[in-house]
């Protein structure tokens, strides 16, 4: 059984012009929900440290602010600048078009929370 919506019948937003999104999308809860909506209908796959569309939705917009997994909630309401928002846009990008794990797009992963610098193999 498949776990992401048929292509044919998603309703992605993902080929709309970055002018469009950042019209509409603020704050990092609303990039955090955009991401995770895209990577849901893209049926990517997991397994670099994440096991789910929220969870690597969360380690993209994150470490695209690079801030730490362990923030404020209150940080979700913060409205990103349009630099920030344009590297979240980026990357959401990049990693469902390529399907590049996503610690290699972001040049770092985690390891029992231990930081862990990655040179690209791709």
């Known amino acids: 059984m498949s776990t992401h919506l048929n292509a044919e019948y998603s309703h992605s937003t993902l080929s709309l012009p970055e002018s469009a999104l950042m019209s509409d999308l603020f704050t990092l809860r609303d990039y955090l929900r955009w991401v995770s909506s895209e990577f849901y209908l893209a049926g990517l796959h997991y397994g670099h440290g994440t096991d789910s569309a929220w969870d690597e939705a969360v ?3 994150l470490g695209a602010l690079h801030l730490p997994w362990n923030i404020d909630p209150g940080v979700l309401e913060a409205r990103l600048l349009p630099v920030e928002r ?5 990357l959401a990008r990049e990693r469902i078009t390529t399907r590049r794990p996503l610690p290699y797009l972001l040049g770092e992963s985690f ?3 231990t930081r862990l610098a990655l040179m690209s193999v791709y």
Request: with cysteine; charged share 10%; glycine share 0%.
């Open 59 to 61: 380690a993209l917009c």
């Open 86 to 90: 344009q590297r979240i846009i980026a």
């Open 111 to 113: 390891l029992l929370a």
